[in-house]
Every structure is written in C-alpha cells, then in structure tokens.
C-alpha cells in the first residue's frame, strides 16, 4: 500500500512499480491524523517541470507541504521573486487508521513515511 498526495508522482510510481509490485495499491491521498473520510486539505507545491526550468533547488521536487507553504519553499521563492510557481490543490486526507480500514489491512510488515515538509 502506497499513499502519495501529488498526482504526478502518483502516475510516476505507477509506470515505475506496477510490473514488479503487482499486489500493492497505490493510493492518491494525503494521510493526516484524525482526517475524517471526506476531509479534504490543500497541498502546496512546486511542479517538477518548474523546478527544473526555473533551476531551482533539487530537493523542491519532493518538497510539497499539506496546509501551508513550507517555509524554506516561500523563502527561496520569495527571495527570486518566484512566488507564483507556488501551487495549490486539493487533496483527499485520510487517518492511518482509516486508511487501514478501506483497504483492509490486518498488519503493516514495513511503514516508510514521507511526512510532506513537516520534518
């Protein structure tokens, strides 16, 4: 079970994976703690294409941010007067728990977390 919030690399990780992990679900949504089933929250990104025209820094590819900008995004986009690659959109939520449920899973053998910009 594979959950990522951004549909761009949703669709990179399925032409990446799908031939070799054919069991594992690939998830389009955002895991929050307490999201209800129908909460939805605004991620905040820059767009790869972007990232790599405007040369801005590597780590903005994976760098989107649930609920507000991550600061060091604003500030470097502040600092260029690039303010307005700035997205947002909205993305499903969910809690791990309900996450767990709807796709009926009994036991996590391995959990890696990307925690969007709040590390």
Known sequence: L????????????????ASSHPHSKL??????PKASTAHVVSAFYVHPENVTA??????????SRMGAPHPSVT???????????LQNRPVRAMSVQRLLDLYDAC?????????EGFD
């Open 2 to 17: 594979s959950v990522e919030p951004m549909p761009f690399f949703v669709r990179d990780l399925r032409e990446r994976y």
């Open 27 to 32: 998830v389009n949504a955002a895991v929050l």
């Open 54 to 63: 405007w040369k801005l820094p590597i780590v903005f590819l994976g760098m």
């Open 75 to 85: 500030e470097i986009l502040e600092q260029r007067q690039l303010m307005h690659l």
């Open 107 to 115: 036991r996590i053998g391995f959990l890696k977390l990307d925690v």
